[in-house]
């Protein structure tokens, strides 16, 4: 049987940051075990979440477009007629 992982070996498989896996494991998107106060994962469990999750970034669009599309207020402009003193010439 393999061994229990660490959060710090789940945290380098997926490539993201220790608080990260902490985060989903305790809201409960990413499957763990809490042994003795800390979070152990079972290897076969967070390679079936790898399969179930490959490619979830691909089917939702991109959140900077989809902000842009939904209506964001235009960047602020000065008005042309404000005098702005020049403080090098």
Not at 33 to 41: A, E, I, Q, V
Not at 73 to 81: F, H, S, V, Y
Request: charged letters at 35%.
């Amino acid at each position: 049987m393999e061994s229990m992982m660490t959060v710090r070996q789940v945290a380098e498989l997926l490539g993201v940051h220790e608080n990260w896996v902490y985060d989903q494991a305790a809201n409960g998107e990413l499957p763990s075990y809490k042994l003795g106060g800390t979070r152990r994962f079972d290897p076969d469990e967070v390679r079936g979440w790898i399969a179930e999750h490959r490619g979830a970034d691909r089917k939702q669009p991109d959140r900077r477009e989809s902000k842009a599309k939904k209506g964001s207020r235009p960047k602020a402009t000065k008005p042309l007629d404000v005098f702005q003193p020049r403080l090098f010439e």
